[in-house]
């Protein structure tokens, strides 16, 4: 158009009969440019310079996402002991088990000697999830609890409400599901303890059980849905790990005690106690947690005193502790109750360096101080 419009005004006083007619049309198309060997968009990125930095950027986030799985994987070989610490045997409660990651966000308290952790414990209103989370608190990890409060107790945390370094989310977290959903490990590249139970042995025909020991269980007696509902998690958490590479760590824990335990939850120990400060009879049936997290051991390990008891013996030391005067009744044995469970911790005390160092004796009273307090305002509320 512009080489028209320049005929056009530059010979407005002739007449088109004078126009030569060797003259090349006004109409005739431009002539056509030599291809550029690249797009215009690619040449204008080159000349501004805006390619590099593309490039770089995409470098930057590539190395971030490569690395970050392998980054979050390290963290430091600091074994600390761990009481034996056990929960109620029920199926629908809140099983404690946690993974941990690294968190990059905020500084390390002074006195912390590791990396600030983020760290899931499910179950963590319950008794071993309680201790559990007041241990990872103390040392500077950042904590978030998912608990439903079946079993659990929100009294159990209620010293943390304010810590900006705890979460609380009450949600339902039952045995093979909660597993099942803790596969989360693999995709934020996080270590994964789950907490067994004694009970995946059954009524042991190996006494005392190794952790090499099946087991002898009812898989459709009135304790199967609690006992299988943990072999399976066992079973998912180690598919985890030999198929997904998940770093996972089992420990099974065997029957213990202590503050914070749910005051009705069956446990023998449990039991004797609330029945002794309630003045009821005394029922008899029948006749190292963080260390194994910072190690490099999978497991499973069992977690117990080794130190044998018969019920008639623990009801007794119960009447010592509490009232001498309170009597002893037997009742018939509950279905598939196993008979005899001793622990063979030979595997923690080698690789873990770990084993119970509170006596029975020593023990209980603390135990009963938190029941006698809890039942006393139990009283209260009934207008007792």
């Known amino acids: ?26 109409y005739s198309p431009k002539t056509l440019k030599h291809p550029r060997s690249l797009p215009r968009s690619i040449n204008y990125l080159f000349r501004e310079q805006r390619f590099l930095f593309i490039l770089v950027g995409i470098l930057i986030g590539s190395t971030f996402f490569i690395l970050q799985p392998t980054l979050s994987r390290l963290g430091p070989s600091d074994p600390h002991s761990s009481p034996s610490l056990s929960f109620p045997r029920n199926s629908h409660h809140s099983s404690s088990n946690f993974f941990r990651k690294p968190s990059f966000s905020g500084r390390v308290p002074a006195g912390i000697g590791h990396r600030r952790l983020r760290i899931v414990v499910t179950g963590g209103a319950g008794f071993v999830g309680s201790h ?14 998912i608990d439903n409060f079946f079993t659990g107790r929100k009294e ?66 009135e304790r199967s849905c609690y006992d299988e509902g943990k072999r399976t998690a066992e079973t998912l958490a180690m598919d985890y790990h030999r198929g997904a590479g998940v770093e996972v760590r089992i420990a099974r824990i065997f029957n213990t005690y202590g503050p914070r335990m749910c005051l009705d939850d069956g446990r023998v120990v449990s039991n004797f106690v609330a029945q002794a400060i309630r003045k009821q009879p005394l029922t008899v049936y029948g006749c190292g947690l963080v260390a194994l997290m910072e190690g490099e051991h999978v497991g499973p390990f069992n977690l117990g005193n080794p130190g044998e008891f018969t019920m008639l013996e623990l009801a007794e030391v119960v009447k010592e502790t509490i009232d001498s005067s309170a009597t002893i009744e037997f009742r018939p044995n509950t279905a598939d109750d196993p008979h005899k469970r001793k622990p063979d911790i030979s595997k923690a005390k080698e690789l873990l360096n770990w084993e119970p160092k509170i006596s029975l004796r020593d023990g209980l009273p603390l135990m009963v101080n938190d029941f006698r307090n809890r039942i006393l305002n139990e009283d209260e509320g009934k207008g007792l």
């Open 1 to 26: 158009m512009k080489q028209l419009h320049k005929l056009a005004s530059g010979n407005h006083h002739r007449r088109d009969d004078e126009i030569p007619t060797s003259q090349s049309s006004p």
């Open 132 to 145: 559990l989370v007041d241990k990872l608190i103390s040392r500077g990890d950042e904590v978030i609890v």
């Open 156 to 221: 159990n945390l209620v010293h943390l409400f304010g810590n900006p370094r705890f979460e609380l989310i009450r949600h339902d977290v039952t045995n093979v599901m909660g597993t099942l959903n803790m596969g989360l490990a693999k995709r934020v590249g996080a270590r994964f303890l789950l907490t067994s139970t004694s009970e995946v042995y059954g009524d042991p025909l190996e006494h005392p059980q190794k952790e090499t020991y099946w087991g002898n269980v009812n898989p459709i007696g």
